[in-house]
């Protein structure tokens, strides 16, 4: 009898949950799981999103030990949700520690609140497409130092690359002189981003998996005492950093353009507190730098790969700007193909093929399929970046020419043609900024040089795969494989012209330091 009673209950059981999903709709279909675990163990790269899109079609769900999860794997699709249905599509999943750790201060992964919008407002005020011209100058001087750097040192060239990065987000955010990589601002700097990384690393925290273990005492939870112990050292820092730019602009010393310096200035206006500009100001240097840098890294990859591609390249470059002088921002419109080059480059191998996922706040229907509030969603980026559908046959093909008309001109100059600085609301604030950045380096770096593989003692070039990619240990960001490169100089008067526009760099550099 007892057992009889189990079965007609287990029975009432499957019929009520049957058509209470029926009631209130299916969700899109995913791959089977474990019991309780889900599909937990299953999650292993973007890669596996794309099989998945194979599969199940452009939209994947899954259950993460009952957290639901919906995989985006077409621009129709993340468009329709995150762009259209924008406002319901806005926020982030909430992570324990990391709140913690960051004081629920680090924009890009706050919750859709006041306070988020007020800091969004802030740095899109800051960081704007008019705006981004005040900043011309100090990219085009890291820019220069790079083209130095390579053509004295190509064997050096990620490091060269990690340094402008690094020192170009800085200088921007702090106005500080240009560093060296082994600077301790720029240690710290990285120490913070490695960090943050760590912690927003799905399953680095149990805590986040199981919430309620946010309640145990202090003394129990050494991610607490750890979480606590780094607010406060990042918050130190942070803060100096904002306050002593803030001093100098509200006594009145002349400063040039910076974040800070336009934090400051309407930091009433946004009605921010000083440890508000402190964190956005630092979480900044983390949204750019690491992306940057990594995009230039296969920007490297690319031209050894495609020399047909760096060979029209150099054509335009030739005809436009000549070799008497260095390419300049007010070339850009008459470098389409550069242009189009940064376009490709972004989109052929996006910096965070995951994408950042978005968390509707209300529950969602979408061509039949029930989205539940607080689903995450993973827009997939490299997934979407080679929609067939959008790029046609050649997707998975490295072709800047997909952005040209039949004149060499840019067919849409007001979109991006592609996704990988995100979606909607929490589009990246800074994209008008980061192109201007690559757009200078690529340009430069092109006009002096020709990139070519190194050779070895046989005199044979090692290229790498064009398939190989490695990623950073935590699942996150997607770095070209290590690989050697030889810088030559294209012609008589390029190494002329760039020595001494570094020369005049370092006396500026010199300058300013002495000032601050």
Not at 50 to 60: A, C, D, F, Q, S
Not at 476 to 487: D, E, G, M, R
Request: overall charge neutral; proline content about 6%; some cysteine.
């Amino acid at each position: 009898m007892h057992w009889e009673n189990l079965a007609l209950a287990l029975l009432l059981f499957f019929v009520f949950y049957y058509f209470r999903r029926a009631r209130t709709g299916r969700y899109p279909p995913g791959p089977r799981g474990l019991p309780i675990l889900g599909n937990l163990f299953q999650l292993e790269s973007w890669h596996t999103f794309v099989k998945w899109k194979k599969l199940y079609g452009p939209i994947t769900y899954l259950n993460i030990a009952g957290q639901p999860m919906v995989i985006l794997n077409s621009k129709k699709v993340a468009e329709d949700l995150l762009d259209r249905r924008g406002s319901n599509y806005i926020d982030r999943h909430r992570l324990i520690v990391l709140e913690k750790t960051t004081g629920n201060s680090n924009i890009g992964f706050m919750r859709s609140t006041e306070r988020w919008r007020k800091l969004r407002r802030a740095s899109e005020h800051a960081l704007g497409a008019k705006i981004s011209s005040n900043y011309h100058h100090t990219q085009a001087s890291e820019s220069i130092l790079l083209v130095h750097g390579v053509m004295k040192q190509p064997h050096t060239w990620f490091s060269q690359i990690e340094r402008t990065s690094a020192s170009t987000s800085l200088s921007i955010v702090y106005d500080l002189p240009s560093l060296k990589l082994n600077d301790p601002t720029i240690g710290f700097m990285n120490d913070h981003l490695e960090c943050i990384n760590k912690i927003a690393a799905p399953g680095s925290h149990l805590v986040d998996m199981l919430p309620f273990l946010e309640h145990l005492p202090r003394w129990m939870a050494k991610w607490k005492r750890d979480a606590e112990e780094n607010y406060k050292i990042f918050t130190s820092k942070f803060e100096d950093m904002f306050l002593g730019i803030k001093d100098k602009t509200v006594t009145g010393n002349e400063q040039r353009p910076s974040f800070c310096v336009t934090l400051t200035e309407n930091q009433k206006e946004h009605g921010m507190s000083d440890t508000d500009c402190a964190w956005l100001a630092g979480s900044l240097y983390g949204a750019g730098h690491e992306t940057t840098s990594t995009t230039m890294a296969w920007f490297i990859f690319s031209m050894i790969q495609f020399p047909q591609v760096q060979a029209r390249a150099h054509e335009e470059l030739d005809r436009v700007v000549g070799h008497s002088r260095l390419p300049s921002f007010a070339d850009i419109k008459h470098l389409p193909y550069i242009q189009a080059l940064v376009k490709e480059v972004l989109r052929w191998k996006p910096a965070v093929p995951m994408g950042v996922p978005h968390v509707p706040v209300q529950d969602n229907y979408y061509e039949g399929y029930l989205i539940r509030k607080g689903t995450i969603c993973i827009p997939c980026v490299w997934s979407i970046n080679r929609d067939p559908e959008v790029y046609g046959s050649d997707a998975d093909e490295f072709h800047p020419e997909r952005y040209l008309d039949e004149n060499g001109c840019l067919k849409d100059e007001r979109h991006e043609g592609h996704v990988t600085y995100g979606f909607g609301q929490r589009i990246c604030v800074g994209r008008h900024f980061a192109n201007n950045g690559l757009f200078v380096q690529m340009a430069m770096i092109l006009w002096g040089m020709r990139l070519e593989p190194a050779k070895d003692d046989n005199g044979n070039p090692m290229k790498p795969d064009v398939d190989a990619e490695r990623s950073d240990g935590l699942g996150i960001t997607l770095h070209p494989p290590p690989f050697q490169i030889n810088a030559v100089i294209r012609f008589e008067e390029a190494e002329t012209v760039i020595q001494q526009a570094r020369d005049e760099i370092m006396e500026e550099v010199l300058v300013h330091s002495d000032v601050s």
